[in-house]
């Protein structure tokens, strides 16, 4: 069974340090991955996926993920905060060949401080 | 063009009535996604429909659940006898096709509370 692991509920940043985000999976093959962004009272955006073309992939608002098999992880990271990157964000699971069903971590507050 | 829509935005209802919860997809999509959000339970896979094929239902929590969609393209989701732990924001999606590689695009959700 797949499964994904966002280690922090809650990450704080100061505005223009580094955002990292941590995701972990269990997957016996290679799957798909994604992050995606919530602001409140909104629904979810896609901000990148890996699909196993280039192991780091880049999204939107400056967003980017490096796929490490060796380590089972794919990570958000983004140089320099913005006040506006201030949301949840999940990062997600679909197996190659299936419904597209998403299996999703438990998601991760990010809060940026001024 | 058009996103994906759901109505209501927010319900409130009492314990032991049923509701219902719209999804209109993006026009051409056939692939339809609902899930549901909670404290508890985080963001968790109900039901999808993937053009006139049998929909997978392995992520319905009970039989107080069903969902259709009707001509392909609208969905509805059905809670009968609504108990306090269904209390969720309910996400529908769609995308182009049901495989892995293609997008997902979210609609705003229903916010159900039961009391």
């Known amino acids: 069974a797949q499964s994904v692991t966002q280690l922090g509920s809650h990450v704080s940043v100061s505005e223009g340090a580094l955002v990292l985000l941590r995701c972990n999976y269990s997957?016996?093959?290679?799957?798909?991955l994604f992050w995606y962004v919530q602001y409140p009272n909104q629904g979810l955006q896609l901000l990148l996926k890996?699909?196993?073309?280039?192991?780091l992939v880049k999204g939107i608002n400056g967003f980017e993920a490096e796929f490490k098999k060796s380590e089972t992880s794919f990570h958000l990271t983004k140089p320099s905060a913005h006040m506006s990157d201030a949301a949840e964000y999940f990062c997600?699971?679909?197996?190659?060949?299936?419904?597209?069903?998403?299996?999703f971590g438990q998601g991760t507050t990010l809060q940026v401080k001024p | 063009g058009a996103g994906v829509s759901q109505s209501p935005s927010n319900k409130v209802t009492e314990k032991g009535k049923d509701v219902e919860l719209r999804c209109d997809p993006i026009?051409?999509?056939?692939?339809l996604y609902w899930y549901r959000q909670s404290l508890g339970q985080g963001l968790e896979f109900l039901i999808y429909?993937?053009?006139?094929?049998?929909?997978?239902k392995s992520g319905l929590p009970s039989d107080r659940f069903s969902a259709e969609r009707t001509g392909g393209s609208v969905s509805t989701l059905t809670i009968q006898r609504t108990q306090q732990e269904d209390s969720a924001v309910y996400l529908c999606?769609?995308?182009?096709?049901?495989?892995?590689?293609?997008?997902?695009?979210f609609g705003p959700g229903t916010r159900l509370t039961v009391t």
């Open positions: 999606a769609s995308s182009l096709k049901g495989e892995s590689s293609y997008e997902q695009y």
């Open positions: 997957s016996s093959v290679p799957p798909y």
């Open positions: 890996y699909t196993s073309a280039a192991t």
């Open positions: 997600a699971v679909s197996a190659r060949g299936n419904t597209g069903k998403l299996i």
């Open positions: 026009s051409g999509h056939t692939a």
């Open positions: 429909f993937q053009g006139n094929s049998a929909p997978d």
